[in-house]
């Protein structure tokens, strides 16, 4: 019974704090987007091109921000068994592939006009985010080909958690692949500090994006609870026929 | 305990001697990559052997790759796992019996074979002895992380694809600094930084991959 | 923002790419949702009855 508990008082909580986020979670957006696309100023090198960034750093951040969140859950999963860090473990992760895949995408509309090519191999952070998204398509994969649940779980955990000690290792390999491989033409982003008129809308943004997550994730952790229960109904209904 | 773990290795190693194991198809991949590389690039000698060390460690990744799924699988299938978990010997030493048993019959010669193929690609005879040494060094690191796919797939029926899924992205640091080891100039030293770093990986498989194998496996087993 | 100025249009099918997946996502995880709700509630209900 203990392990119904926590995710009836989960559920409680959630459907409490949904609302306020969803609001939240919408005026960020109208005035991060307000912000990105009217008030702010053009960028004098890269002109309106810049405003790709608003919608570019907030994706690219949640791919790992969610990456790490799925890594922490399946460790506290792995120490606690609870199945509810299980289920937040594998919800967060076709999130963050969507998002880990707008931020090559939007990566790539951006390299375009400021690098002159589509995917820049030279770019260590393209380069990393490419393998995030491996990482992702893999660990769901692996929750879609084993039918038992519990046992899904315990392999996922562990793919999951290697996932993310490699996930350092490439990015380091990359790094340093990229130094021996120095393209001629690749220009830095990022170099000098964003000026503080971008700041806040691209700050207003990212923060809309991570509400956005976290609502998103609730529901899909409410759903996944409710798939679960469905799921046992159904044993219940086999067993008594 | 040393003694049962080798007397695991001797078993694994028997078997796939017997049973002619991997090793041969794996041979025959490597062997027909490598045939085709230059029928799809090209006789440019000079582009070949510019893309040989990378070539070829990608033939010889791949090819430890295909025997990844069957590491675990049989004897999940036929119980022996079952067994051998019973045992007094923790799960993580069996796991690591079993990936050196299979590194001896599968990448330990693979990675003595490729070095010579490339021969094939014009490769420079100067740089054998260096690929050479990357590869055994690799090879190990590949045979870990192999495992690591083969175990998290072991009650699979399908688990081909799923492994190399999951082992690709693993293999990905081993691939990096092997080939920048192996295609350093000729000059021994310029190659120690990279191959430094690739005995550090395989130090590193060596501690993760029995672990994360053995918490794989005891899923399945349970 | 100058809808004149170069590079444009990567501008907008950057936003719009961004847009349609998060509307899209937005819309999957919520409809789904509610199946799974609407589904689980006539077990309930049925076994009640």
């Excluded at chain 1, 790992?64 to 967060?92: E, I, N, Q, W």
């Excluded at chain 1, 793919?159 to 380091?172: E, M, Y």
């Excluded at chain 2, 430890?64 to 036929?78: H, I, K, P, S, Y």
């Amino acid at each position: 019974m203990q392990q119904f508990a926590n995710p009836a008082r989960f559920l409680k909580i959630a459907n409490v704090t949904l609302p306020y986020i969803w609001a939240i979670t919408a005026i960020l957006f109208a005035i991060g987007l307000y912000g990105a696309l009217v008030i702010t100023p053009p960028d004098y090198q890269q002109g309106e091109t810049v405003r790709i960034m608003y919608v570019h750093v907030p994706a690219a951040w949640l791919g790992l921000f969610v990456y790490c969140l799925m890594g922490f859950f399946s460790a506290v999963a792995f120490v606690y068994r609870h199945p509810l860090a299980d289920a937040a473990a594998k919800t967060a992760a076709p999130l963050g592939a969507v998002f880990c895949f707008l931020a090559l995408v939007t990566g790539s509309f951006w390299g375009k006009p400021m690098w002159g090519t589509w995917w820049a191999w030279g770019d260590a952070r393209l380069t990393s985010m490419f393998i995030l998204l491996l990482f992702y398509l893999g660990y769901m994969a692996v929750w879609s080909s084993i039918d038992e649940p519990t046992r899904a779980a315990a392999i996922a955990r562990i793919v999951a958690l290697v996932g993310v000690l490699n996930v350092f290792v490439v990015k380091f390999s990359v790094n340093w692949w990229n130094s021996l491989h120095q393209g001629p033409s690749v220009i830095k982003m990022g170099g000098p500090a964003i000026d503080k008129s971008m700041l806040w809308a691209l700050l207003t943004m990212a923060v809309a994006y991570t509400m956005l997550f976290l609502a998103l994730h609730l529901v899909s952790m409410r759903s996944e609870i409710a798939a679960r229960k469905l799921r046992q109904a159904r044993l219940v209904e086999i067993g008594n026929r | 305990m040393f003694q049962q773990a080798l007397a695991l290795t001797t078993r694994d190693v028997a078997l796939a001697r017997r049973q002619g194991g991997g090793l041969g198809a794996a041979f025959g991949f490597i062997l027909s990559v490598m045939v085709l590389i230059p029928l799809a690039i090209g006789p440019d000698q000079i582009l070949l052997s510019k893309l040989a060390p990378g070539l070829m460690w990608l033939a010889l990744l791949l090819s430890v790759l295909l025997t990844a799924d069957r590491m675990f699988q049989q004897d999940f299938e036929d119980g022996s796992l079952d067994v051998m978990a019973m045992a007094k010997l923790p799960l993580e030493i069996v796991t690591l019996a079993k990936v050196l048993a299979h590194w001896f019959t599968v990448s330990l010669p693979l990675a003595i074979i490729t070095p010579p193929l490339g021969l094939l690609m014009s490769i420079d005879v100067g740089q054998l002895p260096i690929l050479l040494v990357s590869m055994v060094i690799g090879s190990l690191a590949l045979s870990l992380l192999a495992a690591v796919g083969g175990a998290v797939t072991a009650g699979l029926r399908r688990g081909g694809l799923l492994v190399s899924l999951l082992v690709l992205p693993l293999y990905i640091p081993v691939l990096i600094f092997g080939v920048a080891a192996s295609s350093a100039n000729l000059s021994p030293s310029s190659s120690t930084p990279a191959l430094t770093v690739l005995c550090a990986i395989t130090l590193m498989s060596l501690v993760i991959s029995p672990w994360a194998c053995a918490a794989a496996l005891k899923a399945y087993l349970r | 923002m100058d809808f004149s100025a170069a590079h444009v249009s990567y501008v907008i099918a950057s936003y719009a790419i961004s847009g349609i997946c998060v509307i899209g996502l937005f819309l999957y995880v919520l409809l789904r949702d509610r199946a799974l709700a609407t589904k689980l509630k006539h077990i309930v209900e049925k076994d009640k009855r």
